[in-house]
């Protein structure tokens, strides 16, 4: 519900293209005004990725970050999926483990860099784990939580029809849990990026994360800063918008309805 | 009551050639054509037509919330420019605030009036629709009917001129829906406001209303208007109701055999 | 002879006993002798409390918390709320902050400290990116789902503009926007502990890194991811607390 009348379609372009252009302008006369000798303006930032593009590294560190990121949240999900299925499906489980989830999972993948430096020394298992940890929890509760919400008619039904219990999980509550769980997934790639920031930071040598620190660090070339800054932020929306693309298919696009 | 009580005395509404044409992503599809209809002041009139033709679309018009392709719409000789609280609509379900009290609810429009008075009224609707005890309590606290009644309470408590029901018994169950329509009468005949109740099913109609008004299916107008002319309370299986009910379902092209 | 209630009840806390006891023995057994097993964390927090830095760390790490998220809750819900409601704001403003959204506060580490300089005014500008996106998103999609039902009613009623706003959309929108801040709060815990690693010189975060720097000392560092877990737990049911209020349960209950 909000208040105008139905906008007409070629709104759906001008209103963002002409609130970016506002942003880029806003920037650009707030660093020339200011005088600034270091915080770069918005055609800085473009050279800055014009020559980390030519120099390789752009895609270098991209695939670095990449590949991280799809090690550790397809390990949470390999992983995390049928853990959390498992606890949905038997709340005498759920009950025993879920304190210890609720006692682990506020404490940030960053707290656990120096045990995890410890266990596996510095590089990319260490980024990977971090990775996986933070990915983890997110895939669990909503596979929990997704099991919970199967509707008790469905289950009826299936008995009704003379499945057995694995059939059952598999035929009637792991597709009706499905549109959850894939929320759950997204969600927790999103974490999963922002969290892959935090660990490249610490733990290893390349990656987008590791670049936004290096490159302050050697030189204060924050237009590189910014740049980098810039790609996280258009990768992580990419596969944010890909895993929403998922949830159009049609034998899941019934449980997002309410999705605008 | 006779029937010289129902005459119409002076008219509340008076819709003219009303349009509705509704665009969406270049489609346009008409939804209301050419529809005439005159309202008296203090008249029980029920829109009927099947689901979908429009009859909601014709009553939020009427009441303001959406404005017609062409045509014109006058309450009390003035063009209808927007929602009023002179006419309270009564939305299909859930139309009630959940996050406010039995009494919340009922006082909510009537911020223009001292708390003394707000009490009052508040008291005395909880009264009329049957609320007695529940003051208190939450909406999701209550049944379908109790609902209903809830936002009916609401709806008189500012003292509209008219009232604007759509389909509003619709979620609850057959018994339900007997014993609301006899409240919705005996509210009625205390408060007299003029009402206009769309509904689907024509049985309501002819208990309920004085004229029934017979939409045609999309794009709709007015196909019929037929005079109830029964004293209530109305006997259903009475002969003159069942001829004038067989009518409109013949209007509507359905036969009364199943 | 127990009853069966009270062993139900006790299964999670064998559990975690039982975990507790591996983590011991896997703590003794290990070639580098460092990691701690739960009894030198528990020592670990003995010790912090002797030093009297126990109470000290926990309020500097709630008082970044507090400031970082309140101040993105003050910013975002009323414009989150604003652009929800005006479609055409909406339509302009969804790509920038789709594209702000993924960017990890850590990446805003540098910037932190270019505008901010090194210290508080850092970690809280993070605490607050950090809330600010989800925030302002939540209270976006809290907006549109109100049901065109209610705010018809209340045009209906004869509301001004400034009373429908009081009287329908923020009761409407309010079980929404708590479980959003409840969310966000458990993020903002989280970012603290990275957020406190620009030199600030106190606090859970700068714990867990001066400790591991000034000596090895991996008890503290354990001592204090267990704290920040029991914390962050209280603060999450404090929040579901709220959500038990009689006037905003009808918000949770229909699923």
């Given at each position: 519900?909000?208040?105008?009348?139905?906008?007409?379609?070629?709104?759906?372009?001008?209103?963002?293209?002409?609130?970016?252009?506002l942003?880029?302008?806003?920037?650009?006369?707030?660093?020339?005004?200011?005088?600034?000798?270091?915080?770069?303006?918005?055609?800085?930032?473009?050279?800055?990725?014009?020559?980390?593009?030519?120099?390789?590294?752009?895609?270098?560190?991209?695939?670095?970050?990449?590949?991280?990121?799809?090690?550790?949240?397809?390990?949470?999900?390999?992983i995390?999926?049928?853990?959390?299925?498992?606890?949905?499906?038997?709340?005498?489980?759920?009950?025993?483990?879920?304190?210890?989830m609720?006692?682990?999972?506020?404490?940030?993948?960053?707290?656990?860099?120096?045990?995890?430096?410890?266990?596996?020394?510095?590089?990319?298992?260490?980024?990977?784990?971090?990775?996986?940890?933070?990915?983890?929890?997110?895939?669990?509760?909503?596979?929990?939580?997704?099991?919970?919400?199967?509707?008790?008619?469905?289950?009826?039904?299936?008995?009704?029809?003379?499945?057995?219990?694995?059939?059952?999980?598999?035929?009637?509550?792991?597709?009706?849990?499905?549109?959850?769980?894939?929320?759950?997934?997204?969600?927790?790639?999103?974490?999963?990026?922002?969290?892959?920031?935090?660990?490249?930071?610490?733990?290893?040598?390349?990656?987008?994360?590791?670049?936004?620190?290096?490159?302050r660090?050697?030189?204060?070339?924050?237009?590189?800063?910014?740049?980098?800054?810039?790609?996280?932020?258009?990768?992580?929306?990419?596969?944010?918008l890909?895993?929403?693309?998922?949830?159009?298919?049609?034998?899941?696009?019934?449980?997002?309805?309410?999705?605008? | 009551?006779?029937?010289?009580?129902?005459?119409?005395?002076?008219t509340?509404?008076?819709?003219?050639?009303?349009q509705?044409?509704?665009?969406?992503?270049?489609?346009?599809?008409?939804?209301?054509?050419?529809?005439?209809?005159?309202?008296?002041?203090?008249?029980?009139?029920?829109?009927?037509?099947?689901?979908?033709?429009?009859?909601?679309?014709?009553?939020?018009?009427?009441?303001?919330?959406?404005?017609?392709?062409?045509?014109?719409v006058?309450?009390?000789?003035?063009?209808?420019?927007?929602?009023?609280?002179?006419?309270?609509?009564?939305?299909?379900?859930?139309?009630?605030?959940?996050?406010?009290?039995?009494?919340?609810?009922?006082?909510?429009?009537?911020?223009?009036?001292?708390?003394?008075?707000?009490?009052?009224?508040?008291?005395?609707?909880?009264?009329?629709?049957?609320?007695?005890?529940?003051?208190?309590?939450?909406?999701?606290?209550?049944?379908?009917?109790?609902?209903?009644?809830?936002?009916?309470?609401?709806?008189?408590?500012?003292?509209?001129?008219?009232?604007?029901?759509?389909?509003?018994?619709?979620?609850?169950?057959?018994?339900?829906?007997?014993?609301?329509?006899?409240?919705?009468?005996?509210?009625?005949?205390?408060?007299?406001?003029?009402?206009?109740f769309?509904?689907?099913?024509?049985?309501?109609?002819?208990?309920?209303?004085?004229?029934?008004?017979?939409?045609?299916?999309?794009?709709?107008?007015?196909?019929?208007?037929?005079?109830?002319?029964?004293?209530h309370?109305?006997?259903?299986?009475?002969?003159?109701?069942?001829?004038?009910?067989?009518?409109?379902?013949?209007?509507?092209?359905?036969a009364?055999?199943? | 002879?127990?009853?069966?209630?009270?062993?139900?009840?006790?299964?999670?806390?064998?559990?975690?006993?039982?975990?507790?006891?591996?983590?011991?023995?896997?703590?003794?057994?290990?070639?580098?002798?460092?990691?701690?097993?739960?009894?030198?964390?528990?020592?670990?927090?003995?010790?912090?409390?002797?030093?009297?830095?126990?109470?000290?760390?926990?309020?500097?790490?709630?008082?970044?918390?507090?400031?970082?998220?309140?101040?993105?809750?003050?910013?975002?819900?009323?414009?989150?709320?604003?652009?929800?409601?005006?479609?055409?704001?909406e339509?302009?403003?969804?790509?920038?902050?789709?594209?702000?959204?993924?960017?990890?506060?850590?990446?805003?580490?540098?910037?932190?400290?270019?505008?901010?300089?090194?210290?508080?005014?850092?970690?809280?500008?993070?605490?607050?990116?950090?809330?600010?996106?989800?925030?302002?998103?939540?209270?976006?999609?809290?907006?549109?789902?109100?049901?065109?039902?209610?705010?018809?009613?209340?045009?209906?009623?004869?509301?001004?503009?400034?009373?429908?706003?009081?009287?329908?959309?923020?009761?409407?929108v309010?079980?929404?926007?708590i479980?959003g801040?409840?969310?966000?709060?458990?993020?903002?815990?989280?970012?603290?502990v990275?957020?406190?690693?620009?030199?600030?010189?106190?606090?859970?975060?700068?714990?867990?890194?001066?400790?591991?720097?000034?000596?090895?000392?991996?008890?503290?560092?354990?001592?204090?991811?267990?704290?920040?877990?029991?914390?962050?737990?209280?603060?999450?049911?404090?929040?579901?607390?709220?959500?038990?209020?009689?006037?905003?349960?009808?918000?949770?209950?229909?699923d």
């Amino acid at each position: 519900m909000n208040s105008l009348a139905e906008p007409r379609k070629w709104e759906r372009f001008v209103w963002p293209v002409l609130a970016s252009a506002l942003f880029l302008l806003l920037w650009h006369y707030s660093v020339v005004w200011s005088k600034t000798k270091v915080f770069p303006a918005p055609l800085a930032v473009e050279k800055g990725l014009a020559e980390l593009a030519r120099k390789g590294v752009l895609w270098a560190y991209m695939g670095d970050s990449l590949r991280r990121v799809a090690l550790g949240f397809g390990a949470a999900a390999v992983i995390g999926i049928p853990f959390g299925l498992t606890l949905g499906w038997y709340p005498a489980v759920n009950q025993v483990v879920n304190p210890v989830m609720q006692m682990l999972r506020p404490i940030s993948p960053i707290a656990w860099i120096p045990v995890a430096i410890l266990l596996f020394g510095v590089g990319n298992v260490t980024a990977v784990f971090l990775i996986f940890l933070a990915a983890f929890f997110p895939i669990v509760v909503a596979c929990i939580s997704g099991v919970a919400n199967v509707p008790a008619i469905y289950r009826r039904a299936g008995r009704n029809f003379g499945l057995t219990a694995p059939q059952l999980l598999a035929r009637v509550v792991f597709p009706a849990a499905l549109p959850q769980i894939l929320v759950g997934l997204r969600i927790s790639l999103g974490i999963a990026w922002l969290v892959m920031v935090a660990a490249e930071m610490i733990a290893v040598d390349s990656g987008l994360g590791y670049l936004v620190i290096d490159a302050r660090n050697s030189g204060k070339r924050y237009d590189l800063v910014v740049a980098a800054m810039l790609m996280i932020g258009i990768i992580g929306l990419l596969l944010d918008l890909c895993f929403r693309r998922l949830g159009n298919i049609k034998s899941v696009r019934w449980g997002f309805r309410d999705e605008s | 009551m006779t029937v010289a009580e129902s005459v119409m005395t002076e008219t509340k509404l008076s819709a003219q050639h009303v349009q509705m044409v509704f665009t969406r992503d270049g489609k346009s599809t008409p939804v209301l054509n050419d529809v005439n209809l005159e309202v008296g002041k203090g008249e029980f009139l029920c829109i009927v037509g099947p689901s979908g033709c429009g009859k909601s679309t014709l009553l939020s018009t009427i009441g303001g919330f959406l404005s017609p392709s062409s045509g014109e719409v006058k309450i009390d000789g003035q063009v209808v420019s927007g929602p009023d609280p002179r006419r309270i609509f009564v939305f299909q379900e859930r139309g009630v605030f959940p996050w406010l009290t039995v009494e919340g609810n009922i006082e909510f429009g009537l911020f223009k009036l001292s708390r003394s008075e707000r009490r009052s009224r508040v008291a005395h609707y909880i009264q009329m629709v049957g609320l007695q005890g529940f003051e208190k309590s939450y909406p999701a606290e209550l049944s379908g009917g109790m609902k209903q009644r809830l936002e009916v309470a609401r709806a008189l408590a500012v003292n509209p001129d008219m009232l604007l029901l759509d389909e509003p018994f619709g979620a609850l169950d057959s018994i339900t829906r007997l014993i609301m329509r006899g409240e919705l009468l005996r509210i009625w005949r205390e408060e007299r406001n003029t009402v206009i109740f769309v509904t689907h099913d024509i049985d309501e109609a002819v208990q309920l209303a004085d004229r029934v008004a017979v939409m045609s299916g999309r794009p709709a107008n007015i196909q019929q208007i037929v005079k109830i002319d029964i004293p209530h309370p109305r006997d259903i299986s009475a002969p003159r109701y069942l001829e004038l009910r067989n009518g409109i379902l013949e209007q509507l092209g359905l036969a009364h055999q199943v | 002879m127990p009853d069966n209630g009270l062993l139900i009840r006790l299964r999670p806390i064998a559990f975690i006993v039982a975990l507790l006891i591996l983590w011991q023995f896997a703590a003794g057994r290990s070639s580098t002798h460092l990691l701690p097993g739960p009894w030198e964390a528990a020592g670990g927090i003995v010790d912090l409390v002797r030093h009297g830095l126990f109470l000290k760390y926990v309020v500097a790490s709630l008082f970044r918390v507090t400031w970082g998220f309140l101040l993105a809750a003050v910013l975002a819900i009323p414009l989150g709320l604003t652009i929800g409601w005006y479609r055409r704001a909406e339509m302009a403003l969804n790509p920038l902050i789709q594209i702000f959204r993924p960017i990890s506060p850590l990446a805003w580490i540098p910037i932190a400290i270019l505008w901010f300089g090194v210290g508080d005014a850092s970690s809280i500008f993070l605490i607050f990116l950090s809330c600010f996106f989800p925030l302002i998103l939540t209270a976006i999609n809290a907006v549109q789902r109100i049901p065109a039902v209610y705010v018809n009613a209340g045009r209906n009623f004869g509301l001004s503009p400034a009373n429908l706003v009081w009287r329908v959309l923020y009761p409407a929108v309010l079980p929404q926007l708590i479980t959003g801040l409840r969310i966000t709060l458990g993020v903002a815990w989280i970012v603290v502990v990275a957020a406190e690693m620009i030199a600030v010189n106190s606090g859970l975060g700068f714990l867990i890194v001066d400790a591991r720097n000034a000596g090895n000392r991996y008890d503290l560092v354990v001592a204090a991811m267990a704290i920040i877990g029991v914390i962050g737990l209280l603060l999450d049911l404090g929040m579901r607390s709220l959500e038990g209020a009689k006037s905003l349960r009808w918000g949770y209950s229909e699923d």
